[in-house]
């Protein structure tokens, strides 16, 4: 690793190591412990209901922390994964080294590791959503050669009381700076405790939500990551959910990830970008433009766009956020620079590497070419299983690559501007829909299964598992039955509030 990625790398293993976190090994972790005197280790990992758990290890001696990180603990199976019945539920989960920590809010120093869940034979969980995710990642490298990679943008409101000093405007929060927003200094200790747990960042915003009601003030924000494989991208999501819980809970004030808080404001998503690389090599762009590989795999995605609701948007209040003009999807479509389509196209840098130098005449240097194209599936909300949701949209993008007609569908489908409006009647007209609640999700999921259970991805009794759940919350026409009724709707979305 190079000098200069060591110094700025504020993850304390990395600046004691010295080495890149996929380096690390047993023998580092030790080395590390026994220098920085670390007392407990904590194992932490994603149930089948996406919340994080913990496992709590007091170390008593070298020899007891060489067993754990060696062997790793037992489990009680049946109670993290709904499909595991009680009568043989044992379950391994083994630490991973490249994503140890030190816990950034314990007085005791504490050393997290996420970790992989295994059987009883020793082999990864085939239907634990990490290894879906391991599986279609493995399977895309496998048929293109190229790696593919992603990043999350997550939303969430923070809740406080009301400041009566320099109030926000409501809806009017992007981008917003303080005094104006309340809570600017919450995201950035959350993002910088973020990076020391070895989350690659590339922004944090206050986003357009912002409102009084009921004498609560609810404030919008959001933090992007920047692309990185496809494990690390959905645990840095993982992380900074807690880690942004854990610091609202030592200020007294609570946080949501929900997708719809109330009517008529902005709900929170959370959009996943995606990329693909080889040799070093953005495979998104050719000659400037966006190649024919990104569009046959935004229309792989778009072909099962529908279907992945089943994954990404999971209780009833994300069909609320899923209405038109409230810069969210609801017609299966693409289109460039577009907030109200499936998948957008955002700028992506080509051939304008001039910028800084005319914004800074006496520069002295000349930008070579940075491509950082990505195109953005932007349906899922906080209620989504991120691993599920990423291996979904995986197998979209090898479905459009294996599809005949993908380049033909990617054309038809495209928006050329605000698709609502009148001169886009006719193109709108033609266009399916997404589902409008999580029943009309799982029967889409079970119509297209067969795309999702491919090479042994997604595991049959997982996608019945999921059906039962989405089906089991009987929300069909909801929103139609809900119009109108704001108490019902209250009440709908304090039930969902502090979704996982």
């Known amino acids: 690793m190079e000098t200069s990625q060591i110094v700025l790398n504020p993850n304390e293993l990395v600046q004691f190591l010295k080495k890149n976190p996929a380096d690390f090994t047993k023998e580092d972790i030790i080395r590390f412990c026994e220098a920085k005197q670390i007392e407990m280790v904590n194992f932490r990992y994603v149930s ?28 009680d199976g049946s109670n993290i994964f709904s499909f595991i019945e009680a009568g043989s539920s044992d379950l391994y989960v083994i630490p991973k080294y490249r994503s140890a920590f030190v816990n950034p809010f314990t007085e005791i120093p504490t050393l997290e590791f996420m970790c992989s869940y295994y059987d009883n034979e020793g082999k ?55 005094p104006f927003t309340k809570f600017e200094d919450i995201r950035a200790e959350a993002m910088r405790l973020l990076a020391r747990t070895g989350a690659q960042i590339k922004y944090g915003h206050s986003e357009v939500g912002c409102f009084t009601q009921d004498g609560k003030y609810y404030e919008q924000q959001e933090i992007e990551f920047l692309p990185t494989p496809v494990e690390q991208a959905v645990e840095q999501i993982v992380l900074a959910k807690w880690i942004l819980r854990m610091i609202a809970h030592q200020r007294g004030l609570n946080i949501s990830y929900a997708p719809k808080i109330t009517v008529g404001k902005a709900g929170s998503g959370m959009h996943f970008h ?15 433009k966006l190649s024919d590989t990104a569009r046959k795999m935004i229309a792989g995605i778009l072909d099962i766009g529908d279907a ?35 998948i957008r196209v955002p700028l992506g840098w080509s051939g304008v590497s001039h910028m800084v130098c005319d914004a800074n005449p006496n520069c002295g240097f000349v930008n070579e070419e940075h491509e950082k194209q990505t195109y953005e599936y932007r349906v899922p909300d906080g209620s989504c299983e991120p691993y599920l949701t990423v291996a979904a949209l995986i197998v979209g993008s090898l479905h459009g690559l294996s599809m005949p007609d993908a380049l033909a569908k990617a054309e038809r489908l495209y928006a050329s501007g605000n698709i609502f409006n009148k001169e886009n009647k006719s193109f709108l007209d033609g266009l399916e829909q997404l589902p409008a609640s999580c029943y009309e999700s799982a029967e889409v999921l ?45 009440e709908l979305v304090a039930k969902h509030f502090d979704v996982a």
């Open 446 to 490: 079970n119509a297209k299964r067969a795309i999702f259970e491919k090479n042994d991805i997604f595991p049959a009794g997982m996608i019945d598992s999921c059906i039962a759940n989405l089906k089991a919350f009987d929300d069909k026409n909801l929103s139609e039955r809900l119009y109108g009724n704001n108490e019902a709707i209250a």
């Open 274 to 288: 995606m990329l693909t690389e080889k040799d070093g090599k953005n495979l998104l762009t050719e000659n400037g």
């Open 124 to 178: 990864p969980l085939a239907s634990a959503p990490e290894n879906v995710l391991k599986k279609a990642d493995a399977e895309f490298t496998k048929q293109t050669g190229a790696q593919f990679k992603a990043l999350g943008e997550l939303e969430y409101y923070i809740v406080s009381d009301v400041d009566p000093l320099f109030p926000g405007r409501d809806q009017k929060g992007y981008h917003t700076a303080a």
């Open 48 to 75: 089948g209901d996406s919340t994080l758990k913990v496992l709590n290890f007091v170390i008593s001696s070298k020899e007891y922390l060489d067993s754990i990180l060696s062997y790793g603990e037992r489990l």
């Open 308 to 342: 992945i609701t089943a994954f990404g948007n999971t209780i009833p209040t994300s069909y609320l956020r899923l209405v038109p003009h409230q810069e969210a999807p609801t017609y299966v479509c693409w289109g460039d620079r577009n907030r109200s389509v499936v």
